[in-house]
């Protein structure tokens, strides 16, 4: 009814203005003409067939597609909160706008965000803080198998590729790495030549598929990797396992992005999809793994060799501390990046949902190889919304040695948030290959500013760290670091969780950890590959025979229970049964472990 409406007054006000055209001034036709259009539209909205909402309000429903493309820039312009702005709030976003500009960044009248909300998380200053150190702490990187090891800045440019960047980006990016002496990792896209414009340093990041060093079936290629890897500027190289914003997927440059400029880079043909496999032909196994390790770092001549990746199982981890034990191969640093990490492009669920946060992940490695007294070998990095001075001293204080950033960065060479990285189409010239939209990114300024911005944020972790007493990171203990778990309580990190002691797990794994460290295999990945605790023993089985002729007697009038009481209906036989494995503390046997017949339960100790 409304659709006849609408286009009923089109027709009459097309009408009027035709007649009023025929009789008045030539100005008319423009508006009859306008008209005209209108209702040439709206006749086409009722007559499609793909939008139910133009065919029932023919011109008006178009409202509702303009307000829905000029939503992101409502929310961020008029709604959205100096805190509450996602991924990152507008607070953080002018924060490191200022000290890309080497502007004030100083906030007037006292904090906005509620310091008695639930997760709210706060250092403790010292009565007696310290001055902070002349010159930016430095962190070697370089385990006892490493020739040429590296001194990093607290705080890097993370992973992105020229691809995803357009090549303004990584040039003003290379340019303030080069200018400010820290890291720049080139992403799973390769060394480019990009990369070596300005001088900086690099950890060059190995993908799954081998962009750069790759043979025409797309393996591994150690000749092309030794070549490329031996360029001065090369720091090291970084295996990437999984990315935090996409785990245990696979990546696709489309084949309209495949520019000849990246098809050289990445050593694929042009004009045809560039496919990242989920997973690497190179090395299967955590063996495999460090047996990977050693060979890149014997072809690029002994420098710093790490692997990168998001937590999944923990027995995953600790596959890889029994797979560096048992080979002696560790690697040189291990970066850990959050499920709350960036990417230029991955679906919703997997941003949402798969992968663990950095808190947890980070924290878990640095206990699995403390646990395994393997700690003083290896570097942890860790990367996931750092973009300020207190980002970097908590993660420093939840186990990282440095830290790297992607999306700070970004915005420090004018991102804006408007998170249409993966349509070509970014605004400002920062994630796209479109060359009228990249030229707008001048990359002497916004070297300058990556500059800026990453010396003073490091020099605002240092003036934290030293308001906290500490002129040293390695003297940041986790009492400094406080949580609120609920309205009355805040806790420290060292007592929300648990630390491990160095070489606890090899001695006396605590109760919590045992399971996962028994299960865990040098030679396997992937938790579930094998779980025996889901299969009875001998007498779990026959005491499984037990109840199912209990219920077969019953058979639908109610069952008896095994201790004599009658319950009507179908329930779930709950079966106390003798555990797998002895726990400590308990007698002959082990405290009963409860299971459910025909179910998989977790045993308790297992997270
Ligand atoms: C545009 C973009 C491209 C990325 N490309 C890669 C990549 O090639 N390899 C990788 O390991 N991580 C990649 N990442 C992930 C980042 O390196 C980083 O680990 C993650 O975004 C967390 O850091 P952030 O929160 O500071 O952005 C990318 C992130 C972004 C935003
Ligand atoms: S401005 Fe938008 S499209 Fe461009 S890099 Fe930033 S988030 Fe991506």
Not at 60 to 75: K, N, W
Not at 97 to 115: I, L, N, P, Q
């Amino acid at each position: 009814m409304v659709r006849f409406l609408i286009l009923a007054l089109l027709a009459s006000l097309g009408f009027a203005t035709v007649v009023a055209a025929a009789f008045g001034s030539a100005g008319w036709w423009v508006l009859a003409a306008a008209v005209l259009l209108v209702l040439g539209l709206g006749v086409h909205d009722v007559l499609q067939t793909r939008h139910a909402i133009l065919r029932n309000f023919p011109v008006l429903g178009h409202l509702r597609y303009l307000l829905e493309s000029i939503r992101p820039e409502i929310q961020q312009y008029f709604i959205e909160r100096n805190y509450d702005g996602r991924p990152f709030d507008r607070d953080t976003r002018s924060l490191v706008y200022a000290r890309a500009k080497g502007a004030d960044s100083h906030k007037a009248f006292g904090t906005e965000r509620d310091v008695n909300e639930l997760g709210y998380e706060y250092l403790l200053h010292s009565t007696v803080p310290v001055a902070p150190p002349s010159s930016p702490h430095r962190v070697r990187i370089g385990g006892p198998d490493c020739a040429r090891p590296y001194d990093a800045s607290l705080l890097n440019i993370s992973s992105m590729s020229f691809g995803s960047l357009s090549k303004n980006a990584v040039l003003a990016m290379n340019k303030g790495a080069a200018l400010g002496g820290f890291l720049q990792e080139t992403g799973e896209g390769g060394l480019t030549r990009h990369h070596l414009e300005h001088g900086a340093d690099l950890f060059w990041e190995i993908g799954s598929g081998y962009f750069g060093c790759r043979d025409d079936a797309g393996r591994f290629d150690p000749e092309s990797f030794a070549a490329k890897a031996a360029h001065p500027n090369v720091k090291g190289i970084t295996i990437k396992l999984s990315q935090g914003a996409k785990p245990g997927l696979g990546g696709v440059l489309p084949a309209a992005k495949v520019t000849e400029e990246i098809a050289e880079a990445r050593g694929v043909p042009q004009g045809v999809d560039c496919v990242s496999p989920a997973s690497h032909s190179a090395f299967r196994t955590p063996r495999e793994l460090m047996v990977f390790v050693r060979t890149l770092r014997e072809l690029s001549g002994g420098k710093p060799i790490g692997y990168k990746f998001c937590v999944g199982s923990r027995t995953d981890v600790l596959a890889m501390c029994k797979a560096m034990m048992e080979t002696g191969v560790t690697p040189d640093y291990i970066i850990v990046d959050g499920s709350e990490g960036g990417t230029g492009a991955a679906p919703l669920e997997y941003e949402d949902h798969v992968g663990t946060p950095l808190t947890e992940g980070l924290m878990l490695v640095h206990n699995a190889l403390v646990g395994c007294g393997l700690r003083e070998r290896i570097k942890l990095g860790a990367a996931g919304k750092v973009a300020t001075g207190s980002d970097i001293v908590k993660r420093l204080i939840q186990g990282a040695d440095f830290t790297m950033s992607a999306r700070a960065m970004m915005m420090a060479t004018g991102c804006i948030q408007a998170q249409k990285c993966h349509t070509n189409e970014c605004p400002v010239g920062v994630a796209t290959q479109d060359a009228r939209l990249m030229r707008a990114l001048d990359v002497e300024d916004k070297g300058n500013r990556v500059h800026n911005y990453h010396k003073l944020t490091v020099r605002e972790a240092e003036q934290i760290m030293a308001s906290l007493g500490v002129a040293d990171p390695g003297r940041l203990n986790q009492r400094m670091l406080r949580r609120r778990v609920d309205h009355l309580t805040t806790r420290s990190y060292a007592s929300l969780y648990h630390w491990l002691r160095p070489g606890e797990l090899l001695m006396d794994p605590p109760r919590g950890w045992r399971l996962d460290w028994e299960e865990s295999d040098a030679d396997h990945f992937g938790e579930h590959a094998d779980t025996p605790w889901l299969e009875p023993t001998a007498s779990e089985a026959a005491a499984l025979e037990r109840q199912r002729s209990v219920f077969a007697e019953a058979s639908g009038k109610g069952w008896r229970r095994p201790d004599g009481a009658r319950r009507r209906g179908r329930s779930v036989v709950v079966i106390l049964a003798e555990p797998r494995r002895t726990e400590p503390g308990a007698g002959p046997g082990g405290p009963a472990t409860p299971r459910i017949a025909g179910d998989a339960v977790r045993p308790e100790g297992r997270p």
